[in-house]
């Protein structure tokens, strides 16, 4: 594994925010035999008090009569940020909410995910370009 950055300038220059294929759901469902069912298709799973959240593609939403409330497709940030590390997830919601870009957050041990409307996914690529490009070092 390449080195961890835990400053806020260093993961912003090295995040090479990069669009993942497919198109994604979040869902919520209270019966645990069905989220147990769907958890091996999730691609991120969250207990929380009302229900087990899923990330799920959208054709495994669908195929289970799950509502879909917005489809969202995924950025990947391609950099190696600490779990320690502070400011990433800052600095990517600010801009792409200055843009009037919705987006959630999902943050795995090896990199941080950014889901958004599919119908914004090229806007936000846009803007996520242009943050690592302003916070990389003069050379």
Do not use: K, W
């Not at 835990?6 to 993961?11: E, F, I, P, Y």
């Not at 087990?52 to 950025?75: F, R, W, Y």
């Not at 590390?85 to 090896?110: D, K, R, Y």
């Amino acid at each position: 594994m390449p080195d961890v950055v835990t400053t806020a300038q260093d993961m912003i220059a090295g995040m090479s925010p990069e669009l993942r294929a497919g198109r994604f759901v979040f869902a919520s469902v209270t019966d645990t035999a069905q989220a147990a069912e769907l958890a091996s298709h999730a691609i991120s799973v969250f207990r929380e008090d009302e229900g087990v959240s899923l990330l799920l593609p959208l054709e495994t939403t669908e195929q289970a009569g799950l509502p879909v409330d917005l489809v969202m497709q995924c950025i990947t940030l391609n950099v190696y940020s600490s779990l320690e590390g502070t400011g990433l997830t800052a600095a990517v919601s600010t801009a792409l909410a200055e843009q009037g870009i919705p987006c959630n957050m999902v943050a795995a041990f090896h990199h941080d995910h950014v889901f958004v409307p599919e119908d914004q996914s090229d806007a936000a690529l846009d803007v996520l370009r242009a943050l690592q490009s302003s916070a990389a070092p003069d050379t």
